[in-house]
């Protein structure tokens, strides 16, 4: 049996590609005002107000699904998206009806890692030196780590989205934003969309429908050293912060028309919006760190490995069974470059939902 040490959980959590949890902060609390940072700049202090929250209830059948084809085999494709809006019911019907008749699930593309259990028991002594891994070296804020523009930009935001909390003042610039992104969406009526994937898994489980798994496992070597590296390094992730400072407003509006999107079945609105984050400059303050060389150089390819791997998985599910149901996330979906894209190029048949 593979096992996995407690330490690579911890590392998996940090070299991990953003993933922004929610907050329970109360929906029906307005967002607070901002007052003005001292040192901002006047189009900071002119700032919009935060998002109205969205309001989408009651069931909703969420987009159709894509179908590839070769011969008599099909591939049903579904592409789920997070956040989504809080009060939204999701109508599986539709899902329900295609899983059920199809022999496997494939699962989405995914990661995880591998030290070796009596590996991992070794380095269950250096847990200790890991508390506060998320926080700056040193004791330093994000005062002392930011250039004095981006830190009044933060100072502003985190007043409005997040209010008084001194702790995450010692945060590392990326775990700031991370923060300070799920406290905006959260505000906005967004929460997160894992209750699809988690209610499709259900019905093919309820179905007895095989899972198929399509990612990988990283051997991961001298992970004690990277963490001790990592808790030790100062990131190049004030890119990260600044990015998601310039784009919170709009991309948590662009949220909210992907979410409702989305609950509708709008194929049309979906497919003409723009799926580009500040995720990217997050991403590489992470994948692109000493850490995660020292830990394993593959996580320096990890997105491409995942649809390498997905693909081989698409094929072989495809040539060995009549129907086959995937679930990826809407991004892929769209890619023009991506995982549907690649099969259309392989000589497969993709066809939309209309």
């Known amino acids: 049996m593979r096992r996995r040490g407690i330490a690579c959980v911890l590392m998996l959590g940090v070299l991990a590609l953003p993933a922004l949890a929610q907050t329970a902060s109360d929906p029906a609390t307005p967002p607070a005002a901002a007052p003005q940072a001292e040192g901002a700049s006047p189009e900071l202090q002119d700032l919009q107000a935060a998002p109205a929250q969205i309001v989408v209830s009651g069931r909703r059948p969420g987009p159709g699904v894509w179908k590839v084809s070769k011969g008599n085999h099909v591939m049903w494709v579904f592409g789920v998206y997070s956040p989504l809006p809080r009060n939204m019911e999701w109508d599986a019907s539709r899902v329900e009806h295609l899983l059920s008749q199809s022999q496997v699930l494939l699962a989405p593309p995914s990661a995880s890692a591998h030290v070796g259990f ?19 070296p040193d004791g330093a804020t994000l005062q002392d780590v930011l250039p004095a523009e981006v830190y009044a930009h933060w100072t502003l935001l985190k007043d409005r989205y997040i209010g008084d909390n001194e702790d995450v003042e010692r945060l590392r610039p990326l775990f700031a934003a991370q923060r300070l992104q799920a406290a905006g969406r959260d505000k906005s009526g967004l929460v997160n969309g894992s209750i699809v994937r988690e209610r499709i898994f259900q019905i093919a489980k309820a179905n007895k429908v095989k899972v198929l798994q399509s990612g990988f496992e ?36 662009a949220l909210q028309q992907r979410a409702s999107a989305w609950a509708d079945g709008n194929i049309a609105e979906i497919e003409g919006l723009d799926y580009t984050t500040q995720a990217q400059a997050c991403d590489e303050a992470i994948l692109g760190s000493s850490a995660a060389g020292q830990t394993s150089p593959e996580f320096r390819s990890i997105h491409e490995r995942l649809r390498a791997t997905w693909l081989e998985a698409a094929e072989k599910a495809m040539a060995e069974y009549a129907s086959t149901f995937a679930v990826l996330e809407m991004k892929d979906v769209f890619d023009p470059r991506g995982y549907l894209g690649a099969l259309r190029a392989k000589g497969y048949t993709v066809d939309s939902p209309k």
């Open 218 to 253: 990283l051997e991961l070597d001298n992970v004690g050293q990277a963490l001790t590296a990592f808790k030790k390094t100062q990131l190049n992730d004030a890119a990260c912060l600044a990015r998601t400072l310039d784009s919170l407003e709009q991309d948590l509006g």
């Open 118 to 136: 009596f590996k991992g028991l070794r380095l269950l002594p250096q847990l200790p030196r890991l508390i506060g891994i998320q926080k700056n």
